[in-house]
């Protein structure tokens, strides 16, 4: 196998919300990672951090993930914390 490919999804974020009282953006998720049975949560959260220059993958949190019937597709919540400090906060 191609270990290159594993990393090979797309992500798209949609209803993206900014929620100032609880320090937060929070967003759907739709993950594409055809060939791929689902893609873990440490690489959507670098990948994450990449596209909105988050300085540390800490501050996302990822959750509720459904794999679509026969593959390929996910959909999941997003919320990204402005500082760990927030997060620690919010989050039990």
Do not use: W
């Amino acid at each position: 196998g191609d270990l290159g490919a594993m990393s090979d999804f797309t992500i798209r974020t949609r209803k993206f919300k900014q929620n100032p009282l609880l320090g937060r953006k929070q967003f759907v998720l739709d993950i594409i990672h055809p060939g791929m049975a689902n893609v873990s949560k440490k690489d959507l959260g670098t990948k994450l951090a990449s596209m909105y220059k988050v300085h540390d993958a800490q501050c996302i949190q990822l959750f509720g993930f459904k794999t679509a019937f026969g593959g390929g597709r996910s959909t999941g919540f997003g919320l990204i914390y402005d500082s760990l400090d927030k997060m620690k906060k919010f989050e039990p």
